[in-house]
C-alpha cells in the first residue's frame, strides 16, 4: 500500500508555515487591484461568451418549403368596384390562374378607404348567361330613357325601378337591348305606369349621363340596378349595398325578375299573370358594392419562377370603358413567404442589424395615376426577390432560426391599348443570403477564464516580489551608508 508520505512528494503547492510568511501593505493594495482586475476581465470575457458572431454567405437557394412561394397582399383600390375585381396569376412556364377566389377576400371602400359593406363574392357563371333569341333587327319596342333630369322623379314615383345602365358602343349591351326593351314593353302593358304605378323598367346612356353613371358607381356595362322607392341601397346586417340583378338576360328572365320584386307589394285589383319557375331569377337578384372601391386582401402561391400578380376588372358578360377606369392603389401590405409576426421581430433583436429589412418595401405607400397619360394607365411593379436565412449553431447542431423573403421595388405607370391593370411582376433570385450564428464553445470560455485568473495571480505576485526585493535593496543599501558614515 502507497503510503501518504510518498502521495505528498508529488504536491505541486507545497505550503509555507504560516508563521514563516509576512503581510504587507503593498501585498493588500497588490491583492485589491488583482482582484478587481480578475473581476473585470472576467465580465469581459463572460460579455464575449454569450455574443453571438455572425458570416454572411450567398449560396444556392436550398429552401425547405419547397416549390412554391406564398404572397401576401393587402391592396386597396379607391376607383375598383369588387364586383369586377379580378386576381389572376401567371408564370413563365405559362400557367394562368384566372380570376382567384378560394384565398382571397374582397371588401368594399369608400374614397377614404374605409369599409362600407361586407365581402363580396364574386358572381359565378356570368359566361353562361343566356341572352334569349330575339331579333336584333325587327325590334319595334323601346325602353323609357332616362336622364339626370328625370332619374330622380322616377325613381321616387315608382316603387320599383329596375334601370340598365349600358353603353351604346358595348357589345354585351347591344346582345341585352331587344330583350331589354321587350320587357320593358310587356311590363309596360302589365303593370300599367299610370294605374298601377308600382314598377318601371328604365335605360341610361352612360355615353350621354356620365355623371348619373358616377353617380351610381356604374363600371362595367350593361349593369341593371333595382331602386325600390329612390334608392338601390340594401341593408344586409348593418351594411348597405346596391341591389343588381345578374341572371339570364332574355326576355322571359327579365320578366320573371320583375313578377319576384312585385310580390311583397300586393295591389287588391291586380294578379300576376306570368307563370313558371323562378329559381333560377331569385338567384340572378344580388347585392353590388354600394361605393366604387375595393380592398382586396389574400394570399397566393406561386411557382418559384418569374411571373406576375394582376389586379384588373374582369367580367364574362360585361365591357368597361378603358378611359374611364383608374387603377390607383394603396399598398399596405406585400409580403412574401411566411409572415413574420411581430413578437419573433420583437425577440430577436439581435438579428435585426443583419437582415435587410426590405420584406415590405411597399408597404403603406400609394401609388396614383396622376393624369400625365390621361386614360388606358397601368401601373406596375417590378420586385426582385432574394432569400435570407438566418442560420444558428448551437449545441453541435444546425438550425434554422427565421426564414424571410427580402425585395427590391421598382415601379411605374405607363399608358396602355388595353383595360388599365394593376401589375406586380416578381422575379426570385436563384441564390440566397445566408447568415450563419458561430457561438464560442464552453471549453473556450473556461479555458480563458481560467487564464485570466492564474495570469492576474502570477503577473500580482510577481510584481509584489520585484517591489519587496526592491524595497530590501534599497533598505540595505540605506544601512550600508550608515554604517559608512558612523565608521568615518
Same mark, same amino acid.
Given at each position: 500500500?502507497?503510503? $501518504? $508520505? @510518498?502521495?505528498?512528494?508529488?504536491?505541486?503547492?507545497?505550503? &509555507?508555515?504560516?508563521?514563516?510568511?509576512?503581510?504587507?501593505?503593498?501585498?493588500?493594495?497588490?491583492?485589491? !487591484?488583482?482582484?478587481?482586475?480578475?473581476?473585470?476581465?472576467?465580465?469581459?470575457?463572460?460579455?464575449?461568451?454569450?455574443?453571438? $458572431?455572425?458570416?454572411?454567405?450567398?449560396?444556392?437557394?436550398?429552401?425547405?418549403?419547397?416549390?412554391?412561394?406564398? !404572397?401576401?397582399? +393587402?391592396?386597396?383600390?379607391?376607383?375598383?368596384?369588387?364586383?369586377?375585381?379580378?386576381?389572376?396569376?401567371?408564370? *413563365?412556364?405559362?400557367?394562368?390562374?384566372?380570376?382567384?377566389?378560394?384565398?382571397?377576400?374582397?371588401?368594399?371602400?369608400?374614397?377614404?378607404?374605409?369599409?362600407?359593406?361586407?365581402?363580396?363574392?364574386?358572381?359565378?357563371?356570368?359566361?353562361?348567361?343566356?341572352?334569349?333569341?330575339?331579333?336584333? %333587327?325587327?325590334?319595334?319596342?323601346?325602353?323609357?330613357?332616362?336622364?339626370?333630369?328625370?332619374?330622380?322623379?322616377?325613381?321616387?314615383?315608382?316603387?320599383?325601378?329596375? *334601370?340598365?345602365?349600358?353603353?351604346?358602343?358595348?357589345?354585351?349591351?347591344?346582345?341585352?337591348?331587344?330583350?331589354?326593351?321587350?320587357?320593358?314593353?310587356?311590363?309596360?302593358?302589365?303593370?300599367?305606369?299610370?294605374?298601377?304605378?308600382? =314598377?318601371?323598367?328604365?335605360?341610361?346612356?352612360?355615353?350621354?349621363?356620365?355623371?348619373?353613371?358616377?353617380?351610381?358607381? &356604374?363600371?362595367?356595362?350593361?349593369?341593371?340596378? !333595382?331602386?325600390?322607392?329612390?334608392?338601390?341601397?340594401?341593408?344586409?346586417?348593418?351594411?348597405?349595398?346596391?341591389?343588381?340583378?345578374?341572371?339570364?338576360?332574355? $326576355?322571359?328572365?327579365?320578366?320573371? #325578375?320583375?313578377?319576384?320584386?312585385?310580390?311583397?307589394?300586393? @295591389?287588391?285589383?291586380?294578379?300576376?299573370?306570368?307563370?313558371?319557375?323562378?329559381?333560377?331569377?331569385?338567384?340572378? &337578384?344580388? @347585392?353590388?358594392?354600394?361605393?366604387?372601391?375595393?380592398?382586396?386582401?389574400?394570399?397566393?402561391?406561386?411557382?418559384?419562377?418569374?411571373?406576375?400578380? !394582376?389586379?384588373?376588372?374582369?367580367?364574362?358578360?360585361?365591357?368597361?370603358?378603358?378611359?374611364? #377606369?383608374?387603377?390607383?392603389?394603396? *399598398?399596405?401590405?406585400?409580403?412574401?413567404?411566411?409572415? &413574420?409576426?411581430?413578437?419573433?421581430?420583437?425577440?430577436?433583436?439581435?438579428? #435585426?442589424?443583419?437582415?435587410?429589412?426590405?420584406?415590405?418595401?411597399?408597404?403603406?405607400?400609394?401609388?396614383? +395615376?396622376?393624369?400625365?397619360?390621361?386614360?388606358? =394607365?397601368?401601373?406596375?411593379?417590378?420586385?426582385? =426577390?432574394?432569400?435570407?436565412?438566418?442560420?444558428?449553431?448551437?449545441?453541435?447542431?444546425?438550425?434554422?432560426?427565421?426564414?424571410?423573403?427580402?425585395?427590391?421595388?421598382?415601379?411605374?405607370?405607363?399608358?396602355?391599348?388595353?383595360?388599365?391593370?394593376? @401589375?406586380?411582376?416578381?422575379?426570385?433570385?436563384? #441564390?440566397?443570403?445566408?447568415?450563419?450564428?458561430?457561438?464560442?464553445?464552453?471549453?473556450?470560455?473556461?479555458?480563458? =477564464?481560467?487564464?485570466?485568473?492564474?495570469?492576474?495571480?502570477?503577473?500580482?505576485?510577481?510584481?509584489?516580489?520585484?517591489?519587496?526585493?526592491?524595497?530590501?535593496?534599497?533598505?540595505?543599501?540605506?544601512? %550600508?551608508?550608515?554604517?559608512?558614515?558612523?565608521?568615518?
Amino acid at each position: 500500500m502507497v503510503s $501518504t $508520505t @510518498k502521495i505528498k512528494s508529488v504536491d505541486f503547492y507545497r505550503k &509555507i508555515p504560516r508563521d514563516l510568511t509576512e503581510a504587507s501593505l503593498s501585498g493588500a493594495g497588490l491583492s485589491i !487591484i488583482a482582484a478587481l482586475a480578475m473581476v473585470f476581465l472576467f465580465g469581459m470575457e463572460l460579455s464575449t461568451y454569450l455574443a453571438v $458572431t455572425t458570416n454572411t454567405s450567398v449560396i444556392v437557394d436550398n429552401s425547405s418549403d419547397g416549390d412554391f412561394l406564398r !404572397i401576401d397582399f +393587402n391592396v386597396s383600390f379607391p376607383s375598383l368596384s369588387c364586383e369586377f375585381a379580378s386576381v389572376d396569376v401567371s408564370n *413563365v412556364l405559362g400557367t394562368k390562374r384566372l380570376n382567384l377566389t378560394k384565398t382571397i377576400k374582397k371588401v368594399p371602400i369608400d374614397p377614404y378607404l374605409r369599409a362600407t359593406g361586407a365581402e363580396v363574392h364574386s358572381t359565378s357563371g356570368l359566361h353562361l348567361i343566356n341572352h334569349g333569341d330575339e331579333d336584333h %333587327g325587327n325590334n319595334t319596342y323601346a325602353a323609357i330613357p332616362l336622364t339626370g333630369a328625370t332619374f330622380d322623379k322616377f325613381s321616387h314615383h315608382f316603387q320599383i325601378l329596375v *334601370v340598365n345602365f349600358y353603353a351604346p358602343w358595348c357589345y354585351w349591351s347591344n346582345r341585352l337591348k331587344p330583350s331589354w326593351e321587350k320587357a320593358a314593353e310587356i311590363t309596360r302593358q302589365r303593370y300599367n305606369p299610370e294605374t298601377d304605378g308600382r =314598377v318601371l323598367l328604365g335605360s341610361v346612356d352612360c355615353t350621354e349621363e356620365t355623371t348619373l353613371c358616377k353617380r351610381n358607381h &356604374i363600371q362595367g356595362y350593361p349593369s341593371i340596378r !333595382i331602386f325600390r322607392k329612390g334608392s338601390d341601397l340594401k341593408e344586409d346586417h348593418g351594411h348597405h349595398e346596391h341591389e343588381s340583378y345578374h341572371g339570364d338576360r332574355d $326576355t322571359e328572365s327579365i320578366l320573371k #325578375m320583375v313578377e319576384e320584386l312585385l310580390k311583397p307589394i300586393k @295591389k287588391e285589383d291586380h294578379k300576376l299573370a306570368l307563370d313558371g319557375k323562378t329559381d333560377n331569377v331569385v338567384s340572378g &337578384i344580388k @347585392k353590388a358594392p354600394v361605393s366604387g372601391g375595393c380592398r382586396i386582401v389574400g394570399y397566393v402561391r406561386a411557382k418559384k419562377v418569374p411571373g406576375e400578380i !394582376i389586379i384588373s376588372a374582369h367580367s364574362g358578360a360585361h365591357s368597361f370603358d378603358a378611359s374611364q #377606369m383608374n387603377m390607383s392603389h394603396y *399598398v399596405s401590405h406585400l409580403t412574401f413567404g411566411k409572415m &413574420i409576426s411581430e413578437r419573433l421581430l420583437t425577440d430577436m433583436k439581435r438579428l #435585426m442589424p443583419y437582415l435587410g429589412l426590405s420584406h415590405d418595401r411597399l408597404n403603406s405607400k400609394w401609388f396614383v +395615376n396622376e393624369g400625365q397619360f390621361a386614360a388606358n =394607365v397601368t401601373i406596375e411593379h417590378y420586385l426582385q =426577390v432574394v432569400k435570407t436565412e438566418v442560420v444558428s449553431r448551437r449545441f453541435g447542431q444546425e438550425h434554422s432560426v427565421i426564414e424571410e423573403y427580402e425585395y427590391t421595388a421598382h415601379s411605374s405607370v405607363a399608358h396602355g391599348y388595353y383595360y388599365p391593370v394593376a @401589375k406586380f411582376r416578381f422575379d426570385l433570385s436563384p #441564390m440566397q443570403v445566408l447568415i450563419s450564428e458561430n457561438p464560442k464553445s464552453f471549453s473556450h470560455f473556461i479555458t480563458n =477564464v481560467c487564464a485570466i485568473i492564474g495570469g492576474v495571480f502570477t503577473v500580482a505576485g510577481i510584481l509584489d516580489s520585484i517591489f519587496q526585493n526592491t524595497f530590501r535593496l534599497v533598505k540595505k543599501i540605506e544601512l %550600508g551608508k550608515k554604517h559608512l558614515i558612523k565608521s568615518e
